[in-house]
């Protein structure tokens, strides 16, 4: 029994330390780093060999009587010392002219910072799921992770409950060489949002 207690302590320590501690940015710097008609997801700062980053995440809509359009932007900065800010990386993806519901968007509460493989380089992890559709057919989702400016992604789509569509989940070959950890820590992500309805 202590055996198991122990073995569940030392699982729980190594998942407090890999998480990164977080903070809000400030919203005189976030008005600097997005437009006026962004609608703002998620916007956080964090620290890491890189110094000091800085994570955004918005939604760009456009609509019509008859169609809507969106585009995800996710962009990661850092800043080092006094330094501009530097564009580490950013990731896009737009439905557009949808006539139907336009399901891009972010999977809710789906954003983890986190340092699984202790290289000192924070890894961002986030779903967003895209498609546009009048029924209950699946869409496709999308696992982003990023580490110091290098992309990792599975791509597939969701499985609607109660129905028999084909599963497709697919891994890109920059992940299949993240440390397992990390390739856990992904696939459980995945597993919490690709059912829906």
Known sequence: MKLIQLLLLSLLNI???AQITTKKIAPSLLQKLVSDDAIVEQALQFEDKNGTNYLVAVMLQNRSDEWESKTLLVKHFIKKNNKPLIL????TESEVRCELDNELKFADK???ISDLDKNSYAEISFVYKTGC???VSPI???LIIIENGNKAAIRGKTQPR???FKKEKNADAAFVKLPKLIQNQ???LWEKFVLEF
Not at 88 to 91: D, E, H, K, V
């Open 140 to 142: 496709v989702m999308k």
């Open 88 to 91: 580490l990386r950013q990731i």
């Open 186 to 188: 992904a696939n459980s």
């Open 15 to 17: 998942h407090c330390f």
């Open 110 to 112: 789906s954003f983890i």
């Open 162 to 164: 109660g129905f028999d």
């Open 133 to 135: 559709r009048g029924d």
